[in-house]
């Protein structure tokens, strides 16, 4: 607590004191706030989130590998965190970047407030700068290479660090995050009880561990689904001895363009006409071992207010997004079906192969904590494994 003299009589302050930060771009621009997690440096690609909620899930992700992640809703930290909503066994972000900081979290489930959570997960972060300058510069020049430097003031050290970051491109982060075993998994989705087990499995999925979130995995099980979590360079033999009904390729960071191992493995499920969803990472994977293309975007799609249209129903879903890179809708071969384009850009957000069962989509369907208006995706999923279970019964 900080003191100080009103009228010569010393006064007990209830607000915090916070260390000095710095967030320096690539470009030179610097920002000065305080420092409301760990002392320390961090560095990574700057980018900017729209959602109003959800920031533990957002700091749980893999997705969010070498990312500084910036929130444009004001205040932060509000409802507290909790040891319930990871959505991975660890915290990802390189670094957070807030405006407000409350200094009450309220929350029935709240265990910890914000600020407590970075500093005991080593995270790096800073308050008190604005946001809406910092959100415009990366929406005009795009992601830029950044460095948070907490607990000095150094200008120099922190723009330094900031321009020797090398930047997303060409970088494989699929095989840094991945479980490095497999395992089986079962919980179901959560309720006012906690998680639960789901009901009991109707078909076997191999899941692809690119960084996936627990939520997708939750919602899978809570199917019927029986999941068998493999790392990311798992051979396709090694998934086709386990007689898998479907493929699941999940979410991550990084470019997909080096994962060439996954992409080799799921050219080999598609030639043998395996039921196959991605997600994120894993619909840009089944878009190049399909023989499309992918690009970097340049400030990418990261929020949970994303107007995605479905172009089979032509329903507009509001969706979860967040990924920096994309398929290039203008390079698909034609044996793939757009399913879904982001009314924000044009952006492909959905496709589908139409000579096997195979399908995927950019966003999140999941979206823990929100929204959930692509769910149904899950079950056009399971829809897909019974119509290949039952061409695999003999005619009566």
Not at 246 to 258: A, H, Q, R, T, Y
Request: with cysteine; net charge negative.
């Amino acid at each position: 607590m900080n003191k100080q003299k009103i009228l010569g009589e010393p006064v007990v302050s209830l607000l915090p004191s916070f260390t000095p930060a710095i967030l320096a771009l690539a470009d030179g621009t610097v920002f000065k706030g305080q420092s409301i997690g760990a002392d320390g440096v961090t560095s990574g690609e700057v980018v900017f989130n729209t959602a109003m909620s959800g920031y533990q899930e957002i700091l749980t992700d893999p997705s969010y590998c070498r990312q500084i992640v910036t929130l444009t809703y004001p205040h932060i930290g509000n409802t507290g965190c909790n040891a319930e909503d990871f959505e991975s066994a660890a915290n990802y972000a390189a670094g957070l970047v807030i405006r407000d900081l409350p200094l009450v979290a309220s929350n029935w489930r709240t265990q910890d407030d914000l600020s407590s959570y970075l500093k005991k997960h080593g995270i790096v972060a800073i308050a008190g700068i604005d946001t809406r300058k910092l959100t415009r510069i990366l929406r005009e020049k795009g992601a830029q290479a950044g460095c948070i430097l907490a607990g000095e003031a150094d200008e120099s050290k922190a723009l330094a660090m900031a321009r020797a970051f090398p930047g997303l491109n060409g970088m494989d982060l699929a095989k840094v995050v991945s479980a490095k075993a497999g395992y089986d998994w079962n919980e179901g989705e959560w309720t006012l009880t906690g998680y639960g087990q789901g009901p009991a499995p109707r078909f076997h999925v191999v899941a692809y561990d690119f960084g996936v979130k627990r939520n997708i995995l939750r919602m899978l099980a809570q199917r019927g689904v029986k999941l068998t979590v493999v790392p990311a360079q798992t051979p396709a033999a090694d998934v086709l001895a386990m007689k898998p009904d479907g493929i699941f390729l999940s979410n991550g960071p990084g470019d997909p363009e080096p994962c060439d191992y996954a992409i080799a493995a799921i050219r080999e499920f598609l030639e043998r006409g395996i039921p196959t969803f991605g997600i994120c990472l894993g619909h840009q994977l089944l878009a190049l071992a399909s023989g499309a293309k992918t690009m970097k975007m340049k400030f990418g799609h990261h929020g949970a207010n994303h107007p995605v249209k479905d172009m089979d129903s032509g329903q507009v879903l509001i969706t979860s997004q967040n990924h920096g890179f994309a398929a290039d809708i203008d390079s698909l071969p034609a044996n793939l079906r757009v399913t879904h384009v982001s009314l924000f850009d044009g952006s492909l957000q959905g496709l589908a192969r139409t000579d096997v069962p195979a399908f995927s989509f950019q966003g999140h369907p999941e979206a823990s904590p929100g929204p959930h208006d692509v769910a149904y995706l899950f079950d056009r999923f399971l829809d897909t494994m019974t119509r290949g279970m039952a061409a695999l019964q003999p005619a009566k």
